[in-house]
């Protein structure tokens, strides 16, 4: 089991305090924050089980009506038990952020994000679905937040003992219960959709309404969710398009759409083996538009060149980290 105190010193940043969830962090710098269920940034145990908090779970559904699970409508009973699924037993650390400018600032609008919004920080929502009184965020202040969150992410994951990691929903995916992207691009497949606020013109603009005040009137009627195509667990294997010489001039491998599913949906880094090798590249879905087209893994001329020649399509396979091409 992985302790906060070892994540910070991992990272290399120091470590800065500890407040109960819902008070104010002071630090008005770029940083990172841990929450935890210990006070203690030296203890490693945490609970064996997610202490769930049954009146944020049905406020979650009464603002996403359209929430599923494995594509079946979620219901109070289906949510927890997939809650539960992706709690790493024994475990401390529930989630891992970061703050690209006010630390302070960032922790507050992840306070006051209503259950259900997309909007201002939605990410590590399964946080809200906790009993708060057993929460603690620490904090330290860092010039890379980007890298420090993900050099975090990487320790915990390699700290989980491999008997707990086999009772996750995403047995590859021992990430804290919270976090849901690996350092390399790599999305966690825990099966969830439509548990936020889906992405509409003029979504940001809407008035939020606390769970307390949710009635059938105050709900907006929203379109379905797109899928977001989360990729498969370790071990998926996909095709690439044929390698052409115009691919190796660009130092890109072109994936096609059936393809994608195994990829994240957005542009972003991942972590690429070749041969001997491991880089760490671009990721473009490119799905912008009406007429999507093929995503590119930017490689780079020189590297592409020592491990890839022209011809047919190649081998692209999900790792623990990220993917393996052959």
Same mark, same amino acid.
């Given at each position: 089991?992985?302790?906060?105190?070892?994540?910070?010193?991992?990272?290399?940043?120091?470590?800065?305090?500890?407040?109960?969830?819902?008070?104010?962090?002071?630090?008005?710098?770029?940083?990172?924050?841990?929450?935890?269920?210990?006070?203690?940034?030296?203890?490693?145990?945490?609970?064996?089980?997610?202490?769930?908090?049954?009146?944020?779970?049905?406020?979650?559904? *009464?603002?996403?009506?359209?929430?599923?699970?494995? &594509?079946?409508?979620?219901?109070?009973?289906?949510?927890?038990?997939?809650?539960?699924?992706?709690?790493?037993?024994?475990?401390?650390?529930?989630?891992?952020?970061?703050?690209?400018?006010?630390?302070?600032?960032?922790?507050?609008?992840?306070?006051?994000?209503?259950?259900?919004?997309?909007?201002?920080?939605?990410?590590?929502?399964?946080?809200?679905?906790?009993?708060?009184?057993?929460?603690?965020?620490?904090?330290?202040?860092?010039?890379?937040?980007?890298?420090?969150?993900?050099?975090?992410?990487?320790?915990?994951?390699?700290?989980?003992? *491999?008997?707990?990691?086999?009772?996750?929903?995403?047995?590859? *995916?021992?990430?804290?219960?919270?976090?849901?992207?690996?350092?390399?691009?790599?999305?966690?497949?825990?099966?969830?959709?439509?548990?936020?606020?889906?992405?509409?013109?003029? *979504?940001?603009?809407?008035?939020?309404?606390?769970?307390?005040?949710?009635?059938?009137?105050?709900?907006?009627?929203?379109?379905?969710?797109?899928?977001?195509?989360?990729?498969?667990?370790?071990?998926?294997?996909?095709?690439?398009?044929?390698?052409?010489?115009?691919?190796?001039?660009?130092?890109?491998?072109?994936?096609?759409?059936?393809? &994608?599913?195994?990829?994240?949906?957005?542009?972003?880094?991942?972590?690429?083996?070749?041969?001997?090798?491991?880089?760490?590249?671009?990721?473009?879905?490119?799905?912008?538009?009406?007429?999507?087209?093929?995503?590119?893994?930017?490689?780079?001329?020189?590297?592409?060149?020592?491990?890839?020649?022209?011809?047919?399509?190649?081998?692209?396979?999900?790792?623990?980290?990220?993917?393996?091409?052959?």
């Amino acid at each position: 089991m992985t302790t906060v105190h070892e994540l910070f010193e991992h990272a290399g940043v120091p470590y800065a305090g500890v407040v109960a969830w819902g008070d104010p962090v002071s630090l008005a710098l770029p940083g990172v924050y841990v929450v935890s269920t210990s006070r203690d940034p030296d203890v490693s145990n945490g609970p064996e089980k997610p202490p769930l908090n049954l009146a944020a779970i049905d406020a979650l559904l *009464a603002a996403r009506p359209e929430a599923t699970v494995d &594509k079946r409508t979620a219901t109070p009973e289906l949510l927890a038990g997939r809650l539960r699924s992706m709690w790493p037993s024994g475990e401390s650390i529930v989630y891992v952020g970061l703050a690209g400018t006010s630390t302070e600032h960032r922790v507050e609008q992840y306070y006051r994000t209503v259950i259900g919004a997309r909007a201002p920080h939605a990410g590590g929502w399964p946080v809200k679905m906790l009993d708060p009184s057993t929460l603690w965020v620490h904090y330290g202040a860092t010039q890379d937040p980007d890298a420090t969150e993900k050099a975090m992410i990487r320790r915990f994951v390699s700290g989980v003992p *491999a008997n707990v990691a086999r009772t996750l929903i995403d047995t590859s *995916a021992p990430l804290p219960f919270a976090n849901f992207i690996f350092p390399a691009g790599r999305r966690k497949a825990h099966g969830l959709r439509g548990v936020k606020e889906a992405r509409t013109r003029g *979504a940001h603009d809407r008035v939020p309404v606390t769970p307390d005040k949710l009635t059938s009137a105050t709900l907006p009627t929203l379109p379905a969710l797109r899928d977001s195509r989360l990729p498969t667990s370790d071990g998926a294997t996909r095709r690439t398009q044929n390698i052409t010489s115009g691919d190796l001039d660009r130092g890109q491998i072109r994936v096609p759409r059936e393809s &994608k599913s195994i990829f994240p949906t957005a542009k972003t880094r991942i972590e690429v083996e070749l041969g001997n090798e491991t880089f760490d590249v671009s990721w473009d879905s490119r799905t912008e538009g009406a007429n999507e087209r093929s995503g590119v893994i930017r490689v780079g001329k020189e590297a592409l060149s020592r491990y890839i020649s022209a011809g047919g399509p190649r081998t692209v396979e999900v790792t623990s980290t990220g993917f393996r091409i052959t």
